[in-house]
Each structure stands twice: as structure tokens, then as C-alpha cells.
């Protein structure tokens, strides 16, 4: 069993606000194929309620994050479809089962950004 587990955080940065409400889902790819763990809703802070994986799911390998920020920026905006920044995809890998992993996402209906956290 790991220490280590996956969190995010999501900021929009168009309403200066935590990503609240938006939804998520994460997937391991494994011999080229996505293979979806679970899906997830943020809450009032931006953050999922518990850990994305926990310590039982967590090990070495490529994931994927898809935060459905389309969906999400729909109700502030009037934007068209098809949007700018639609479904935000982060493919990133876990290379080390006894770390903290946090992807934080800074989104906007034109931008976004991410990087490691801690």
C-alpha cells in the first residue's frame, strides 16, 4: 500500500472564484487504452471532497484529468459553441507511490494553466 494520493484545486480566473461545481473524471491509460476510475464534482472551494485516489488507488502510472470546463463556463458566459476551452484534458504521470501528487488548475473560457502543486 502507498502513502501517496492525487488532489486538485481549480480556480476561475474569468469570475476570480474557486471552480465550483465543475466536473471531473480521472482515468489511468494502461497499453494505450483510458480506463475511467471515477468521476468527480468540485465543491464550493474548488477541490474535490476527498483525495481524487487514495492511498488504495494510488500507484505508478499515466493518468488523465478531464475537468469539464465548458460545461462550467456556459452559466457565466454567452459564448458559442463549440467553445474555446471546452473539456480541459491533463495527461500526467506518478512516478513515486509515497508522494503527494496535486494538479491545480487555473482556467478561464480562453486560458488555462496547470503545473504540480504541493
Known sequence: MSNGYLTTH???????TPGKGIKGEIY???N???NKIKEFNLNN???SESP??????F??????LVFYCG???KKFTNIKEPFFIDDVI????INDTDQHYHVPLLVSPWSYSTYRGS
Open 52 to 57: 481524487i485516489l487514495n492511498k488504495e488507488e
Open 28 to 30: 489511468i491509460i494502461e
Open 59 to 64: 500507484r505508478i502510472g499515466k493518468y488523465e
Open 10 to 16: 481549480v480556480l476561475d480566473i474569468y469570475n476570480g
Open 45 to 47: 472551494e474548488g477541490r
Open 32 to 34: 494505450n487504452k483510458k
Open 90 to 93: 491533463i495527461r500526467f504521470g
Open 71 to 73: 460545461e462550467y463556463f
